[in-house]
């Protein structure tokens, strides 16, 4: 089973309104994080936010806010107000805890969701 | 602060050819990864380590090698290059391995086998 689901391929939004990315994710690991990072068409990956499994409130960073949903296993990425520059690929990412018994170290990475912002 | 570097920027290398990707970080971090990204997908684990001299396998470790000697240079090695391993390449590095650790990402390597 995948453990990061984003299920909206590509979105295309308008200049300035609101867009809702969906992250939705499988652990049994009562402690885990959650990361966004957008990734422009000149390919580096940008850190964008982070939700931690115990943190008891939504995480924001500027424009950015995430929806963090937890017993339905979901964490959306919300971006206010969206600009031209917001248009990339974004994906969402989950880190586990290594002391669980958890495989490998690393994140594990969505297939993503192409957002392209009209004019 | 360069943060993480890689070199490479662009390779084509032919099918049964080596080659070292270079992955350096400047921010004294103890863990580093190596990570592929195949077209339209995520990134995937090849390998990851924990500190100079320790290094691990990811989800995707076959056809590749990692050495850490030092605490700045995790690099990856590619032995008898396949067409399957025509991929973007990003190293990251981590301070550590809580789960709020960031993990900052070089620019990528792009690698076509032909």
């Given amino acids: 089973a995948q453990k990061i689901t984003q299920t909206q391929p590509g979105m295309f939004v308008q200049e300035k309104e609101a867009v809702t990315l969906d992250c939705t994710y499988d652990t049994s690991d009562p402690s885990y994080g959650l990361f966004w990072y957008k990734q422009p068409s000149s390919g580096e990956m940008i850190f964008l936010i982070y939700q931690g499994s115990y943190d008891q409130q939504n995480a924001t960073e500027g424009r950015y806010s995430l929806n963090f949903q937890k017993a339905r296993k979901s964490a959306n990425l919300v971006i206010s107000a969206s600009q031209l520059g917001d248009s990339a690929m974004y994906f969402c990412a989950m880190r586990e805890s290594m002391y669980s018994g958890g495989g490998a170290d690393g994140l594990t990475f969505g297939k993503g969701t192409h957002l392209i912002i009209q004019p | ?114």
């Avoid at chain 2, 992955?23 to 995520?42: S, V």
């Fill in chain 2, 1 to 114: 602060n360069a943060g993480v570097t890689q070199t490479p920027k662009f390779r084509i290398l032919k099918i049964g050819q080596s080659m070292t990707l270079q992955c350096t970080q400047d921010m004294n971090h103890n863990y580093m990864y190596w990570y592929r990204q195949d077209p339209g997908m995520g990134l995937k684990l090849i390998y990851y380590s924990v500190g100079a001299g320790i290094t691990d396998k990811g989800e995707v470790p076959n056809g590749y090698n990692v050495s850490r000697s030092t605490t700045e240079d995790f690099p990856l090695r590619l032995e008898l290059a396949a067409p399957s391993q025509t991929s973007v390449y990003f190293c990251a590095s981590s301070l550590g391995d809580r789960v709020f650790d960031e993990q900052f990402f070089g620019p990528g390597t792009r690698l076509t086998v032909l």
